[in-house]
Antibody, heavy 122, light 109 residues
Framework: QAQLVESGGGLVEPGGSLRLSCTAS????????MAWIRQAPGKGLEWMSYINKKGTTTYYADSVKGRFTISRDNADNSVSLQMNSLKAEDTAVYYC???????????????WGPGTRVTVSS | SYVLSQPRSVSVAPGQTATISCGGTDIKSKSVHWYQQKPGQAPVLFVYDDTDRPSGIPERFSGSNSGNTATLTISSVEAGDEADYYCHVWDNSRDQTVVFGGGTKLTVL
């Protein structure tokens, strides 16, 4: 089964930036609509952003709109999340996931990466 | 914005049936997806489009969606089913956004 792997997490000060990447074996990323979801310590799942297969449509949660930017490089089979103006409340494990099909946006998240941890603290 | 409501916890004895609800206004008009998450692990898709199971997911797991409530039913519960379960829908009322329920901790007694 195809696997996704996130990278780029770490410790960053409030107001700082990080760029997360999601890559995969095979072409699962370049063939799929993709999303980022996060989970704060001890909390539930919170969706962050979506990008379609072609990279022409993106959506963001209100909590990160204007601060986070999702992008993709299909030639590199990767999707990224640029996170700026980070706040303490952005501390979480960040997962990338692919949507099951490209037929509808209202799809399930089929495969998840193991996640990368982001800690925003001074 | 659209809200999904799940019970915080459900407890069931081994071999019994567990039901986890996911409430939302007219949720029957949406496709509901369910994920299982065990401690320290990434979520795993268990039910999609209300009732369908990905390959490899046991038939003991089933979903339904009617009125204002979607339900994940786990029959013949096993100790290994103990986990957090999340429901998920897409909300297109304003812009396309994803809504997750708050999650339900299933405890196998």
């Amino acid at each position: 089964q195809a696997q996704l792997v996130e990278s780029g997490g770490g410790l960053v000060e409030p107001g700082g930036s990080l760029r997360l990447s999601c890559t995969a074996s095979g072409s699962i990323v370049s063939d799929s609509n993709m999303a980022w979801i996060r989970q704060a310590p001890g909390k539930g799942l919170e969706w962050m952003s979506y990008i379609n297969k072609k990279g022409t449509t993106t959506y963001y949660a209100d909590s990160v709109k204007g601060r986070f930017t999702i992008s993709r490089d299909n030639a590199d089979n990767s999707v990224s999340l640029q996170m700026n103006s980070l706040k303490a409340e952005d501390t979480a494990v960040y997962y990338c996931a692919n949507l099951m099909t490209t037929l509808t946006i209202e799809d399930a998240f089929e495969t998840w990466g193991p996640g990368t941890r982001v800690t925003v603290s001074s | 914005s659209y809200v999904l409501s799940q019970p915080r916890s459900v407890s069931v004895a081994p071999g019994q049936t567990a039901t986890i609800s996911c409430g939302g206004t007219d949720i029957k008009s949406k496709s509901v997806h369910w994920y299982q998450q065990k401690p320290g692990q990434a979520p795993v898709l268990f039910v999609y489009d209300d009732t369908d199971r990905p390959s490899g997911i046991p038939e003991r797991f089933s979903g339904s969606n009617s009125g204002n409530t979607a339900t994940l039913t786990i029959s013949s519960v096993e100790a290994g089913d103990e986990a957090d379960y999340y429901c998920h829908v897409w909300d297109n009322s304003r812009d396309q956004t994803v809504v997750f329920g708050g999650g339900t901790k299933l405890t196998v007694l």
